[in-house]
């Protein structure tokens, strides 16, 4: 165990480390940690006509709530985007049939096309 004080907002602790395992030199031995494979946005539909439906902002495809091809109503939420922790419910912005354009997993930027509505 090893001892170390720490000061937050100025005020003093005494805190405690312990080494989890120690190679031959003495040292900590760190343990990668497995990498999340995320899936690979798919390529767009070509020629897909309709409403399309953009990324407000930077984030994580989290949820997609409804089959592809399933038939929506305007306001109805189709995915969900994770950004800064937060879940944001991406709406159909009119009635008719969705095509995404984004995987489960996917990281997405601003303007980016999640799916169209046709």
């Given at each position: 165990?090893?001892?170390?004080?720490?000061?937050?907002?100025?005020?003093?602790?005494?805190?405690?480390?312990?080494?989890?395992?120690?190679?031959?030199?003495?040292?900590?031995?760190?343990?990668?940690?497995?990498?999340?494979k995320r899936?690979?946005?798919?390529?767009?539909?070509?020629?897909?006509?309709?409403?399309?439906?953009?990324?407000?902002?930077?984030?994580?495809?989290?949820?997609?709530?409804?089959?592809?091809?399933?038939?929506?109503?305007?306001n109805?939420?189709?995915?969900?985007?994770?950004?800064?922790?937060?879940?944001?419910?991406?709406?159909?912005?009119?009635?008719?049939?969705?095509?995404?354009?984004?995987?489960?997993?996917?990281?997405?930027?601003?303007?980016?096309?999640?799916?169209?509505?046709?």
């Amino acid at each position: 165990m090893r001892n170390f004080i720490i000061t937050v907002d100025g005020k003093s602790y005494e805190v405690g480390v312990e080494e989890v395992g120690a190679g031959e030199g003495g040292g900590t031995l760190a343990t990668p940690i497995a990498e999340t494979k995320r899936e690979s946005a798919p390529k767009p539909i070509a020629n897909v006509k309709g409403e399309q439906v953009k990324a407000p902002f930077n984030g994580l495809i989290k949820q997609i709530l409804l089959e592809n091809g399933a038939q929506v109503k305007k306001n109805q939420p189709i995915l969900i985007l994770e950004a800064m922790k937060m879940d944001n419910e991406i709406t159909a912005p009119c009635d008719g049939k969705v095509t995404y354009q984004v995987t489960k997993g996917a990281n997405v930027e601003p303007d980016a096309i999640l799916a169209v509505i046709s």
